[in-house]
């Protein structure tokens, strides 16, 4: 086999890789991510100039990365961004407590991938079911359709679909990957305009998120959840998430708030809104839990 391209990068901050590359991680077996015994990080991705394969190795303060496939190049060009060096804090001020303790322990960045449409799929994969649906159909998706990974990541491992590939699913194939009609529609129209949503990245912030849902079906969460991880804004807060109100409701005021009581506490922290929210999500004190929990819905059975 060919040799890998690779490169030597020194962050000048405390890297925590685990948590920068937490919000890429779609549920247990994902096969875009991994790590593995031997200490490396594998990542598999759509770019530009294809599908890439990424592998991370952190010693001494130095990140060693190597890169297999068309997208090798590109992905090595974009390790310091997806690691958080582009991530600019400026203007934070901790207001509560509980943040202000959490900024001072942590090495928080938020991280870039600098690419619109991985991302997408599986937001919108996510829109209004339990996680377990979501990543099973994530890993269906990504396991019959997407690309093997290039060079030698782990067995199994894969991109998710290219926007052709989409295009080409029938209907009872997304049946069998348990999508509905909603939801299906929503990536197949982002799959026929994919490359246009791209500039997402470039406009950044609220024009970005605007451009993204101008595709029918994409609303403020998943264009939140794609801002997130395409650009890592900080201020892409996930209005609509079941989750996240309570998190941070209780985190900041010891009681459980609505969207608009979450947007109201967060609203003296634009435009770092999104960066509170990964500070109490990664060490907050998480929110009880009363009543049942959804039953996850097989509709490959309807």
């Known amino acids: 086999m060919r040799a890998s391209p690779q490169r030597d990068w020194r962050p000048d901050y405390a890297l925590d890789l685990r948590s920068v590359l937490a919000p890429l991680w779609h549920g247990t077996g994902d096969p875009t991510i991994r790590v593995t015994g031997t200490g490396l990080t594998w990542l598999v991705a759509n770019t530009q100039q294809g599908v890439g394969t990424l592998a ?7 990140v060693r990365a190597s890169a297999w ?15 958080g060096a582009d991530d600019d804090d400026t203007g934070f001020e901790p207001r509560h407590q509980l943040i202000r303790d959490l900024h001072r322990r942590m090495s928080l960045r938020l991280g870039a991938t600098g690419r619109v449409w991985d991302q997408l799929v599986a937001a919108v994969l996510e829109q209004k079911v339990t996680g377990y649906e979501a990543h099973r159909s994530w890993r269906e998706l990504c396991r019959r359709f997407g690309t093997p990974a290039p060079g030698p990541a782990p067995a199994g491992m894969c991109a998710a679909p290219t926007p052709d590939a989409v295009l080409g699913i029938r209907d009872w194939e997304w049946h069998k990957a348990g999508v509905d009609l909603a939801r299906r529609k929503a990536i197949v129209h982002a799959a026929q305009v994919a490359h246009r949503l791209e500039k997402a990245v470039e406009l950044r912030g609220r024009a970005g998120r605007d451009l993204l849902r101008k595709v ?17 804004d900080p201020d892409a807060v996930s209005v609509g998430d079941f989750h996240i109100p309570g998190l941070v409701g209780y985190a900041l005021l010891g009681r459980k708030v609505d969207d608009n009581g979450m947007l109201e506490v967060l609203a003296p922290y634009a435009p770092h809104r999104h960066r509170v929210v990964r500070y109490i ?3 907050g004190p998480g929110k009880p839990r009363y009543g049942p929990r959804y039953a996850a819905r097989d509709y490959r059975d309807l």
């Open 281 to 283: 999500e990664a060490g």
């Open 216 to 232: 029918p079906g994409i609303g403020f969460w998943t264009a939140a959840e794609i801002a997130q991880r395409a650009w890592g």
């Open 56 to 62: 991370l190795r952190v010693a001494g303060g130095e």
């Open 69 to 83: 496939g068309d997208g090798a190049q590109v992905l090595l060009d974009g390790v310091p961004r997806l690691l």
